[in-house]
């Protein structure tokens, strides 16, 4: 088969195109015929050398979450997954190549009237956003900050908080991602790349932080009294170090969203039947052929991209 190799940690053209042995799928498997693979920041992350969630040593075949067809089971499987539409975590390894073996437990089927590349960009994106929702709980009528307004998963949290009832606030860099925002449902839509941009912002009640660092120290300064401030990714780097006594003073809430592995996969669930029924709609913002799985890395870490990033394996 085809597939992506990480032959190093380094830049994104430690990523290089190879044949690898088909898998096999063992006891309690399925062997899926990958038709797209996600690519998240953090595989980023984990491609340049730094810590993280994933583990893994070069020369090794990296990705995550995968989405395509149920070809073959292991033992102790379900036969009845052959010819299945599934989505799934590969664990952090195996996911840009043709094909993939994963646990028979951990596979979500694709609902009818879903196509497979928006189940694919909603795998994480989707149940992250999902968890950060219920995390913060926004009412109607509140005003909610969304940094990195125009990535995966914030596209998802601007119209997710807006059916929810709240006033949304986007935040992202440039005038192309504020109009992307803006199409998903944004009131308002701020550029955090302007010095001083949190003095355009009126007060906010909730403020969803995918970035860290100083976008996210200043937006703490706009959430308001027993407002409540969510941090889930650092794409600036690091984290916002927001300190506690510092909240606790101001009477805002620093929510650390935490869930079980099954609430997780009762919140991917969820948000594939609602993208199946109309009411979320993921953003594919880009997409590669698996050969320029580097190029994708590249785009991803220069910011030019919106929404979900996929790469096209068949």
């Known amino acids: ?3 992506v190799w990480l032959t190093g940690f380094g830049g994104p053209e430690v990523l290089v195109e190879g044949d690898a042995p088909d898998p096999v799928p063992g006891d309690g498997q399925v062997l899926v015929e990958v038709g797209f693979a996600n690519i998240t920041f953090v595989e980023t992350q984990f491609r340049s050398g730094a810590p993280g969630p994933f583990k893994g040593e070069p020369p090794m075949i990296p990705g995550n ?6 070809t073959a089971v292991g033992a102790g499987a379900d036969p009845g997954l052959v010819g299945r ?48 929702l219920r995390a913060a709980r926004p009412r109607p009528g509140e005003r909610v900050l969304v940094e990195a307004a125009a990535g995966g998963v914030g596209t998802l949290l601007v119209g997710l908080a807006k059916a929810a009832g709240a006033t949304v606030v986007a935040a992202a860099g440039g005038p192309a991602k504020l109009d992307v925002a803006r199409r998903f449902g944004a009131d308002e839509a701020v550029d955090y790349r302007e010095p001083g941009w949190s003095k355009e912002v009126a007060p906010v009640d909730v403020v969803f932080d995918g970035v860290g ?11 308001a009294e027993a407002g409540r401030m969510v941090s889930f990714g650092l794409a600036s780097g690091e984290w916002a170090g927001l300190p506690e006594d510092e909240a606790a003073r101001q009477g805002v809430a620093l929510v650390n969203p935490r869930a079980s592995q099954e609430e997780m ?13 109309g009411l979320v709609r993921p953003l594919i913002g880009q997409r590669f052929p698996l050969k320029d799985a580097a190029r994708a890395h590249a785009a991803i870490e220069a910011r030019a991209t919106v929404g979900k990033t996929l790469l096209e394996v068949r």
């Open 85 to 132: 539409r599934v989505v799934t975590s590969t664990g952090g390894s195996g996911g840009y190549a043709e094909l993939a073996a994963v646990d028979a437990a951990g596979v979500f089927g694709v609902p009818d009237g879903l196509a497979l590349d928006d189940a694919v960009a909603l795998l994480a994106d989707g149940r992250t956003a999902t968890m950060m």
């Open 1 to 3: 088969m085809r597939a």
């Open 213 to 223: 660092g100083g976008i996210a120290r200043e937006a703490f300064t706009l959430v």
């Open 265 to 277: 996969r009762g919140f991917t669930r969820d948000v594939l039947a609602d993208a199946a029924r």
């Open 65 to 70: 979450g995968v989405g395509g067809v149920v």
